[in-house]
């Protein structure tokens, strides 16, 4: 089912970086990727490729690197009517997500959207995403850290930030690290990452290039509030359990492919990985209840 209702005016490319080891999630990404970490017995991969399936996205480019195969072997090179391909980013170890993003440089030659690897979210939260230039925030949270941004009355971006409020009563929301480019927009970025990383730039963020943009006006977001939404983010063991917490009493968001669901238990056997909450008969059930009537 496509859900999205802007009637073929809106972005059908996606692009997730997934190239980073997961450090905080270890031992649970000692062997495999952060994405396939298991959310409720879903994994956060299953749940992107579900809502971008929904939503009626046709192509998903991902940048791998730590247990990149792992990957691979579970999506394959399609998924719905969703085309999946693949970029290799040898240097994973050693740089940072500014790297990964410059690797789709010359895979990509159309409007996208942009995911980390880490956010599980409700399919709906798409709805505006899927226009470009584009940005998802929300109201800072006690559990929430990393970069945030200030917009204006009309929920343009005006500034990235990484310190604390100066002004009174400023308020800031944090970076959900779900974008959507332009064409213009990104060749835009495409430009000033070939200058980070000529300089060899390349253990910083990627919001430190479109923060210098937005500071020079050739790059302009309209942000898309997340508050009050089903959504979080995982870095830490500590995430997880909240993340699960938080889902536990929500309908999963979309109806999980049959050929995904099952290729959980097949990825959980291939890397030596017990399921602990969730036996071969209840996923076999899980599938038949999801199937239409």
Same mark, same amino acid.
């Given at each position: ?77 399609? @998924?719905? $009517?969703?085309? +999946? !391909? ?10 940072? #997500?500014? =790297? ?84 213009? @927009?990104? $060749?835009?970025? +495409? !430009? ?10 390349? #253990?910083? =963020? ?88």
């Amino acid at each position: 089912m496509n859900r999205n209702p802007y009637n073929g005016s809106y972005i059908t490319t996606a692009l997730l970086l997934a190239a980073g080891t997961g450090s905080r999630l270890f031992p649970l990404t000692q062997d495999s990727p952060k994405c396939l970490t298991m959310v409720n017995d879903i994994s956060i991969l299953e749940r992107l490729v579900s809502n971008l399936n929904e939503q009626g996205f046709k192509r998903l480019v991902i940048v791998t690197g730590h247990q990149g195969n792992c990957i691979r072997e579970f999506l394959g090179t399609k @998924s719905g $009517c969703m085309v +999946i !391909e693949y970029i290799y980013s040898p240097l994973y170890k050693t740089t940072n #997500n500014i =790297y990964s993003l410059w690797m789709a440089r010359n895979i990509l030659n159309e409007p996208f959207v942009l995911f980390e690897s880490d956010i599980v979210f409700n399919a709906s939260l798409l709805d505006e995403m899927v226009l470009p230039d584009r940005i998802a925030v929300a109201k800072i949270e006690p559990w929430m850290d990393g970069t945030t941004a200030t917009f204006n009355k009309s929920r343009k971006i005006e500034s990235f930030n990484n310190d604390t409020p100066t002004r009174l009563n400023e308020i800031r929301y944090k970076t959900v690290n779900i974008y959507s480019f332009s064409l213009p @927009s990104w $060749c835009a970025i +495409i !430009e000033r990452l070939n200058q980070y990383i000529s300089e060899e730039n390349v #253990n910083c =963020y990627y919001e430190t290039v479109f923060a210098e943009l937005v500071d020079d006006g050739n790059l302009s977001f309209q942000s898309v509030v997340f508050d009050n939404a089903l959504w979080y983010e995982i870095d830490t063991i500590e995430d997880l359990a909240s993340a699960e917490k938080l889902l536990a009493e929500h309908i999963p968001a979309t109806t999980f492919p049959e050929n995904i669901i099952l290729k959980t238990a097949y990825l959980s056997e291939q890397l030596g990985k017990e399921i602990t909450r969730t036996s071969t008969k209840l996923i076999t059930g899980l599938v038949s209840e999801l199937k239409p009537s």
